[in-house]
């Protein structure tokens, strides 16, 4: 399973519906959007890494008080064996009416053996 489908399966574990695209219906009050940072063999000590890391920054939207679900996403990506790697607040935006939080979360996946 890759990072991007784990997160997405426990984000909608939390109720909160993820995009990836544009939305076809006028958009939730509360939405996720998903984007691949790395995707990185950091480390190793020769030429055959056995594991790869894999970072995503979740976009957290939400036109109500943010702080409950940020604090429940968090403990989720915890409890999921992922790495908090960033957290910060974004801001709000006016023209959408939409606070922003964004969150990074890394994760180790060992590779096959060749």
């Known amino acids: 399973m ?3 489908e784990e997160l ?3 984000v909608e574990g939390l109720g909160i519906r993820v995009e990836t695209g544009v ?3 006028p958009a939730p009050d509360t939405y996720v959007v998903l984007t691949p940072l790395t995707d990185t063999f950091s480390l190793y000590c ?3 890494p056995s594991l790869d890391i894999n970072e995503v920054r979740i976009s957290l ?3 109500s008080n943010y702080l409950r679900l940020k ?3 968090g403990g989720s990506l915890l409890d999921g ?3 908090i790697t960033d957290r910060r607040y974004v801001g709000y935006e006016e023209d959408t009416g939409y606070h922003h939080y964004a969150v990074d979360a890394a994760k180790l996946y060992e590779m096959e053996e060749q």
């Open 2 to 4: 890759s990072i991007l």
């Open 8 to 10: 997405k399966t426990l």
């Open 23 to 25: 939305f076809s219906e």
């Open 46 to 48: 020769d030429n055959r």
């Open 61 to 63: 939207f939400s036109k």
């Open 71 to 73: 604090n429940d996403l």
């Open 81 to 83: 064996d992922f790495t």
